[in-house]
Nanobody
Framework: VQLVESGGGLVQPGGSLRLSCAASGFTFSRSTMSWARQAPGKGLEWLSHSYRDGGTYYSDSVKGRFTISRDNAKNTVYLQMNSLKPEDTAVYSC?????????WGQGTQVTVSS
């Protein structure tokens, strides 16, 4: 299993970014894909899940601002982040649970600052 995130960077408050997570090594279309983040000095925060049946979940902290989507043909999951706030600054990672093993990407840094 391999997960590779991209798309992070520095953005001003109110701006947008789209993160991508390219997956390989498992049956992507039949898997739940997730995004989480960890800010400095804080614990892991689950942000969003994309389920195999097309359903989605969002945490209250990002609901209405972030949108998860997936392209099963490209084995890629996305996180569109709008109306970014300084408190969104964190390392963002995608993850998947395969059988009883959770796999993580290397993460991508998102910094929201003026």
């Amino acid at each position: 299993v391999q997960l590779v995130e991209s798309g992070g960077g520095l953005v001003q408050p109110g701006g947008s970014l789209r993160l991508s997570c390219a997956a390989s090594g498992f049956t992507f279309s039949r898997s739940t894909m997730s995004w989480a983040r960890q800010a400095p000095g804080k614990g892991l925060e689950w942000l969003s899940h994309s389920y195999r049946d097309g359903g989605t979940y969002y945490s209250d902290s990002v609901k209405g601002r972030f949108t998860i989507s997936r392209d099963n043909a490209k084995n890629t999951v996305y996180l569109q982040m709008n109306s970014l706030k300084p408190e969104d600054t964190a390392v963002y990672s995608c993850a998947t649970l395969q059988a009883t093993q959770r796999y993580w990407g290397q993460g991508t840094q998102v910094t929201v600052s003026s």
